[in-house]
């Protein structure tokens, strides 16, 4: 979510190539960073598109959907080297290519047709050299050689109940986030055979380039602990290993390819105090500037707003919305939308974007100050209660889903609504930003006492193991650095 928060729809981004990047690895590689102008509509919906026509079409909405650009110079470079030689490697060396890095904390890379490649900060936050980072730019750069690249998002974090609710709440209107979402998903499945291909032919640039060519194998495993440790007790998504091959057969055949290719271990740049000078200081989880989750609570500082779902709902962030699940089939969905400020919130309720509402049950209030409207819409399986409000110019909107009404549901949609205020101070002070900071084993350190610097965030150890591909009873090298997270 953007500074703006979410909006329904593409979210316009000016994007202007680094020069001082670009010179370093040549004119081919570009690395995206926002600026100030909207960026004008390339083409136009319903174009029967080529390669290079579909990606420009799709990058903005990607960009949107992922939280915008993330901007961190030492990470730009680095990622424009690799992209670089990697480049070379894959007899590509005058390709045009667009490399963005995404502010989101998912563990994600992906392609679009045409050149634009995108790597997430927090598959920057994981790997722990260049060469791992290096195998994953040489998947994606594989899926556009072998002209398969398809724009991968990635995979709604949302359980099933709100997947759902999404599309059952919304109509065929093509403005919908949930429309934007479905096209993104049928450009993002790749075939089995087209995953090991890319695998194959990412190994075979990578190693070409001069990078450890085992990192492939590597990083998998990494991506697949840190999947797990996210996912908890439940069944969450896996992100760029969501519709992959099974990981450890996938593991497997990356080891054993590039021992075929490239012989024995031990082969290849892995340059890693290069890769943990380039990404310390980077952001660690969601971003403070995107809307921060605090047990029951979402705080969004730029739009100084906040709110407080009932107990017994688990609230995360979605590409485009907040969404929340109680275990008793409930679920709330929070996200915003373009509303011409002529209409009235109670117009817009009945303006036909939601399916199956009572439009006799819209009725108009205020609470803290705040505008709002709300209403109740059905459908053959939901009963949903449904609100919009206007703050500062900008409108947002609760969907609040159950199987049935009850007292209890509808007192629980009410007291959401009437939380929904402005920020205070001390909101605002609730909010902290977490970033990877390095530290430097002493004789005598264990992972146990690195992990005590981590940030007040569960399972810290378990953590610090993960993101520097550890293990319990592994030592640590006296004068080597390892990640934590922390406050900068």
Known sequence: MDSKFVRIGALAISLVALTACSSLVGSGVNVARTGDNPAPIVVPEGTDPDDSVLGLREHPRIVSAYGGVYEDRPAEIMVARIVGRLLAAANQPDAKYQVTILDTSEVNAFA???????????ILALASDTSELAAVLAHEIAHVTLRHARARTDRTRQTQIVDRVITGIF??????????????????????????????????????????????????????????????????????????????????????TARAMFGATGVGESDREGYLSAISGLSFGDSPAQGSIIGQRFIHPANKFTFTVPQGYSLQTSQSAVVGVAGDGEAVR?????????????DYLKSGWIAGLKAETVT?????GIEMASGLAQTDQWFFRV???????????????????SQRFAQGAQATLESFRRTTASDLSQIRRLAIKLVTARAGDTADRLAGQMANIGNARELFYIINDLYPGDPLVPGQRYKVVARP
């Open 364 to 368: 108009a209030s205020e609470h803290n």
């Open 171 to 256: 109509g065929g209107d093509t403005s919908t986030d949930a429309t934007a979402n479905r096209t993104r998903e049928e450009l993002a499945a790749f075939s089995r055979s087209q995953e090991l291909d890319a695998d194959r032919e990412g190994i075979k640039f990578a190693g070409k380039a001069g990078y450890d060519p085992q990192a492939a194998a590597r990083f998998l495993g990494v991506m697949s602990r840190f999947a797990a440790f996210s996912a908890g007790a439940s069944s969450g998504s896996d992100g760029f290993l969501s519709s992959h091959p099974s990981t450890p057969a996938r593991i497997e055949t990356a080891m054993n």
């Open 387 to 405: 609100a919009v409000m206007r703050l500062d110019g900008e409108v947002y909107r609760f969907i609040f889903a159950a199987k049935s009404d």
């Open 112 to 122: 679009l047709p045409g050149g634009y490649i995108y790597v997430t900060r927090g």
């Open 334 to 346: 929070f996200d915003s939308a373009q509303v011409q400020p002529s209409m009235s919130l109670t």
